[in-house]
């Protein structure tokens, strides 16, 4: 229980400092451990993404009382990071930031093959490290929600199956996000209500939980280089188990909008095994300082802006 | 006698129809593992979150017959100056207005749905208000070694029979119990008491102990009625962020 007091102290005081100490503390934590596999699979995100997909042919996962696989527990993202999902190279200015370095890292997209946002070209100067990132406070930053699915690969999360095999519930500590995905068949949410992380629908196909996510408002990212999705993005989420320790995390991304083509992402959750571990409070703008400061000197706070009326 | 209501209860929701519309499965009265059944998506029908007393109308704010038993909030005398100091001062003074977590109890009577999970380890709480989340833990640990100050406290809980009693912890001082001004220290400990009174209504109890402010415990009780409206769900309302929009002008 020492660590949670410990880790309780940290985040209060990082609140407090500047906002890039908000995102440093789960980079630290996947800084100290860089495995050479992740579930036996390869530790890319595309390698294991191809070798994830095999594995779980022949994968019985655990299952509840009541037959379901059971994907319960705490979880944290490998094979991700959160400066921009088509990769960061070694030409890029911000690896040598003194504030925050980015480092380099590949992919987490794995579909197109060169593994980038198949942006429509009026989208290709707002995203990737563009107008988003260069004239908006992150929204993530400013307090909201990291999204879907940027919060899965932020600090740790916990999924949930609650009696009666209605509901799947996915806990995020991070700004205390919750997602409830609906498994009872029931419609779409009207367009004409948006939410930050989406409506969630869920079903199972094999092993795979397969989740649709519609009715977006689009104040979110995908990264640190604002890299984004609008009020009109479908997103279809699959986890799969590949072994008793691994989630296979499979993210496609469609918006005819403002890509091509859909695009695919994939990384993998791997289960958090502390003893006594638990999801703390994440207060994020109750304890927030610089907020007003920033306001103060012209920056400004994301809501679509840059893709509205496209 | 209290055996035999449970028993009619049960038999009531085993042989009641299925008339609910598609997305809304009917609720047992226990789940699989014994305990009474708690979830669904639930809201209040009274004006606590304005004043936890007996108050008349004022503009905006609807006349309410109080949720305090006995209706006398037993504050300090020092407390009780800085309550009334407080109402004066609630436009601004109160929390809430700032877009921050209202805290517990506030939030299980602020006029938004919640939604209520269960496993055998955890009853877990989904408020629409500010997407506030209330871990509580029914698999037998101990509150985390303290001191520690959290918006919406630390909450351990068991099965008591029909009920679930909560007991919660680790406040920060910074949430009111209402707008009208009633407040707590840090020293706040609850013990809330959850028993459902048939298909559709929880009695929601909530014994307030706070040595710095009162003078003994005391207790609020209320209704959480449970919403029927076919493919009724938890929404979002982010009170920081509509802030930051409306700043924004958008």
């Not at chain 1, 289960?271 to 703008?285: H, M, P, S, W, Y």
């Not at chain 2, 977590?101 to 506030?106: D, I």
């Not at chain 2, 220290?185 to 209504?201: K, M, N, Q, W």
Request: aromatic share 10%; glycine share 8%; with cysteine.
């Amino acid at each position: 229980m020492l660590h949670q007091e410990a880790d309780v102290r940290i985040r209060h005081s990082a609140l407090v400092l500047a906002l890039a100490l908000i995102v440093v503390a789960p980079l630290v934590a996947q800084e100290a451990a860089k495995p050479k596999t992740v579930g036996g699979c390869p530790a890319e995100p595309a390698a294991f993404h191809t070798c994830a997909l095999e594995k779980a042919k022949s994968f019985t996962p655990p299952k509840t009382a009541t037959g379901k696989p059971d994907l319960q527990g705490y979880w944290r993202a490998q094979l991700s990071q959160a400066f921009s999902v088509e990769g960061v190279s070694g030409n890029e200015p911000l690896v040598g930031s003194r504030v925050m370095p980015w480092e380099i890292a590949p992919a987490m997209i794995v579909d197109p093959p060169d593994r980038k946002i198949p942006y429509q070209p009026w989208a290709v100067p707002i995203g990737r490290i563009g107008e988003n990132h260069n004239k908006y406070i992150d929204p993530r930053t400013a307090c909201g929600s990291g999204g879907v699915p940027r919060l899965a690969l932020q600090d740790a999360n916990q999924i949930l199956q609650p009696a009666g095999d209605q509901f799947v519930l996915w806990l995020f500590e991070d700004h205390h996000v919750q997602r409830i995905i609906a498994l009872d068949g029931r419609p779409r949410l009207g367009d004409n209500i948006k939410v930050t992380n989406g409506d969630s629908r869920g079903r199972w196909e094999g092993n795979t939980l397969v989740i649709d996510v519609n009715n977006f408002n689009g104040y979110n990212w995908f990264d640190d280089s604002g890299n984004f999705y609008t009020d009109t993005a479908h997103i279809v989420e699959r986890l799969t188990m590949i072994d008793r320790d691994t989630i296979h995390y499979e993210v496609r991304v469609e918006d005819p909008r403002v890509y091509t083509r859909p695009w695919t992402l994939a990384w993998a959750l791997v289960r958090e095994k502390e003893a006594g571990f638990e999801l703390l409070e994440e207060a994020c703008r109750e304890g927030e300082r610089d907020l007003d400061r920033l306001r103060q000197a012209g920056a400004k706070f994301y809501f679509g802006d840059t893709w509205r009326g496209r | 006698m209290r055996s035999g209501f449970a028993i009619v209860v049960l038999a009531a929701s085993l042989t009641l129809p299925a008339t609910r519309a598609a997305g809304q499965a009917p609720a047992s009265a226990r789940t699989s593992d014994g305990k009474p059944n708690l979830q669904g998506i639930w809201q209040v029908l009274n004006t606590a979150a304005w004043d936890i007393q007996d108050h008349q109308a004022r503009l905006g704010v609807p006349a309410g017959q109080g949720i305090v038993d006995g209706n006398e909030l037993p504050y300090l005398p020092a407390a009780l100056a800085k309550k009334r100091a407080n109402f004066e001062n609630r436009a601004t003074a109160d929390p809430e207005t700032k877009g921050y977590l209202p805290g517990v109890p506030r939030i299980m009577y602020m006029p938004f749905p919640f939604q209520i999970f269960q496993t055998a380890d955890q009853v877990v709480m989904v408020f629409e208000y500010d997407r506030g989340v209330r871990n509580i833990y029914t698999n037998g640990t101990p509150h985390p070694r303290g001191p520690l100050n959290w918006w919406m406290g630390d909450s351990r809980g068991r099965w008591e029979g029909n009920t679930l009693v909560v007991d919660v912890v680790y406040f920060t001082d910074q949430t009111w119990f209402d707008r009208a001004g009633n407040f707590h220290s840090d020293a706040l400990h609850l013990v809330e008491r959850f028993t459902p009174t048939g298909a559709d209504h929880i009695t929601y109890e909530v014994t307030v102990e706070d040595p710095n402010v009162f003078s003994r415990p005391w207790t609020m009780r209320m209704v959480l009625y449970r919403r029927k409206e076919p493919n009724v769900r938890v929404l979002e309302y982010d009170p920081g962020r509509l802030m930051d929009q409306e700043q924004a002008g958008r």
